[in-house]
């Protein structure tokens, strides 16, 4: 069987995986994508709020699914649920001149979008799974599981938590298990949402609902796992009660619920994200709680600096790999252990934490210009400058 050259490819398929290879793809390079599934797509009633910056980063490779105008989130509220009432802080795009901080989009038609773009640029698709991965004369020699075989200069892994690319590079990752479960899906409502997502803090872990269309929210409801595991066994007219009863009538009614999922809120942090020829990004080399919607942007991120990377003469080269190390890893580690601390404090029932985080709300709602810095940081986008020689 003769083997298929390429000078790069992208292992994972997810939206991550797909947002790299196109924009390798379109920095130039004769790229392929590894996608052991395809053909299929997420779940229906799933979504992912995708920030300002990350957004424009999509458009600029021809990617933005028309369901994500349905959408945009105009405005963030942050509720801290002591033991009294609710104290609360609404961040507000148009602070920031903008139109919005981000757009909910569907997961399923942001993949289907992706794959597209990614036909439209001639990224060569290649569904299986990895076989074998091995490094011989500078190059990186895979074999899928149907036999095929591919070379490449340079191997980037987007192949998510249990990455085998990760591994086959010896990429050491530190593992948190949070012993929480996130119950999410979309509901109808019958009240409005003013495209205002709702992000409440609560002993256990946070309740969110995010717009997700003219009359639907997306939930998001963290909780310890025995506690998660009752809700995910909840028919689903309970689990309407359970959330209006979180929500306070902050929507209405919620009437309708599809696409309940529930996953174990697990963190991951690579130790590195580069080796000789290979890269990871997304959840291989990096994953957090949905506190923040800080995941996924994180990952499109670690795409927008693959394609620059890409772009650059020498891009294979250790000294290229270093600087896009250097880049990502910084701001990895410190959206991770935000995220963490974060996670942690929100589990706490202490009243003197509810107290302290409180008085924070207080302090930050009653003080513009800490409003718009905590959003100017919330929306910063991806900083990467290759060498420009090789």
Request: proline share 6%.
């Amino acid at each position: 069987m003769n083997t298929l050259s390429f000078e790069a490819v992208v292992v994972g398929g997810g939206p991550a995986g797909l947002a790299a290879a196109l924009a390798v793809a379109r920095a130039g390079r004769a790229t392929a994508l590894v996608d052991p599934a395809a053909d299929a797509l997420p779940p229906a009633g799933r979504t992912t709020a995708v920030m300002a910056p990350q957004a424009d980063f999509l458009r600029t490779l021809g990617v933005w699914p028309a369901a994500a105008e349905e959408a945009p989130l105009r405005g963030l509220r942050i509720v801290n649920r002591g033991d009294g009432d609710d104290e609360e802080i609404l961040f507000l795009a148009d602070e920031l001149d903008l139109d919005a901080f981000a757009w909910n989009v569907p997961n399923a038609a942001l993949v289907e979008t992706l794959r597209e773009a990614a036909a439209r640029a001639d990224v060569t698709t290649l569904p299986g799974r990895l076989a074998e991965v091995d490094r011989r004369r500078g190059d990186w020699r895979l074999t899928l599981d149907d036999g095929r075989r591919l070379k490449a200069t340079l191997l980037a892994g987007a192949d998510g938590k249990n990455s085998q690319v990760r591994r086959a590079l010896k990429i050491a990752a530190r593992r948190h298990d949070y012993g929480q479960l996130a119950n999410t899906a979309k509901l109808a409502i019958t009240g409005g949402h003013d495209h205002v997502s709702t992000e409440i803090h609560k002993a256990g872990g946070p309740f969110t609902t995010v717009p997700a269309g003219p009359a639907e929210v997306s939930v998001v409801w963290l909780e310890p796992a025995e506690a998660g595991e009752r809700l995910a066994g909840l028919d689903d007219a309970d689990f309407l009660d359970a959330c209006m009863a979180q929500d306070r009538g902050r929507h209405g009614r919620m009437v309708g619920v599809e696409g309940r999922a529930a996953v174990p809120v697990v963190g991951l942090l690579a130790e590195r994200l580069a080796a000789p020829g290979a890269v990871i990004l997304g959840e291989a080399a990096h994953a957090v709680s949905p506190l923040g919607a800080q995941g996924f942007n994180l990952s499109l991120r670690d795409a927008a600096a693959l394609g620059e990377l890409a772009a650059a003469p020498g891009y294979a080269k250790a000294e290229q790999l270093r600087r896009y190390e250097r880049a990502r890893l910084g701001e990895t580690r410190l959206v991770f252990w935000f995220v963490d601390a974060l996670n942690r404090s929100v589990q706490r029932p202490e009243a003197v934490l509810r107290l302290l985080s409180g008085v924070g709300l207080e302090a930050v709602a009653a003080w513009s210009p800490v409003r718009r810095a905590v959003m100017a940081r919330l929306l910063q986008p991806h900083v990467f400058s290759p060498a420009t020689r090789p």
